[in-house]
């Protein structure tokens, strides 16, 4: 299985293109769209979204992890074995959490570039050609030097931020481990906790811990985001009571 988490977004071409390489280098695996939402340009948000997303694929799984701004620049492009998993991506902070949070860890770099690659879609033209091998068995030794650490390391604890609005206008943070009894406040207002959409009034705001364990902000048939004008990058204070 080949996972793609990007912030490309679905309304240009870049997902499909990826797409094409892996139908001609991998055409037996299955290739999931788990996000290209990520939010633009933003590495610190993705490390921690893809690491409370990873706990739910099949051990195996191979991750093409694509927010890079600084494609084309000297960064590093790495891949990572973490916890039964496969990362291949950029350098700069996006696998730094995983990484962290995984004792039995494993990194490399990719040396080998292609006759032809795009100065701005190593996407396509590197990493999916990397991830394409993993998959299909070919760990391409001869491509890769083993790493001891990553150039770029974000802080592998809670980020206290909201790191991702859905459609729905839910704010995600990057905080885990909430229990039910903490005061929690972001954008000036103070949330209360409920286990479940349904368990509050319409038009209410609260706080839960949603499905891959990230405390959530919402309201409930509404959006969080326009009710308390939540964006990404917004501050998150949790007070834990005894």
Known sequence: M?????????????????????????????????????????????????????????????????????????????????????????????????????????????????????????????FALIAAEIARGEFPHDKLSPLDKLQVEFDAGDLPRVIYIDHYGNAWTGIRGVLSNARVQAAGETFVHGESFGFVEKGAGFWFINSVGLLELAVNRGSAAANFGLKVGDPVQVQRLN
């Open 2 to 126: 080949i996972v793609l988490f990007t912030d490309f977004g679905v309304h240009d071409p870049y997902v499909g293109q990826i797409k094409a390489r892996l139908a001609q280098l991998a055409p037996a695996h299955q290739v999931i769209d788990l996000l290209h939402e990520v939010p633009d340009f933003n590495a610190h948000a993705g490390a921690h979204l893809l690491a409370a997303f990873a706990q739910g694929f099949p051990p195996g799984s191979v991750f093409i992890a694509v927010v890079d701004p600084g494609v084309g620049t000297p960064r590093d492009a790495v891949v990572l074995l973490a916890g039964g998993h496969w990362y291949v991506g950029p350098d700069n902070g996006l696998l730094s959490v995983v990484h962290a949070r995984q004792t039995d860890a494993r990194l490399w770099r990719i040396d080998w570039r292609p006759d032809v690659i795009s100065a701005t879609f190593h996407g396509r033209d590197l």
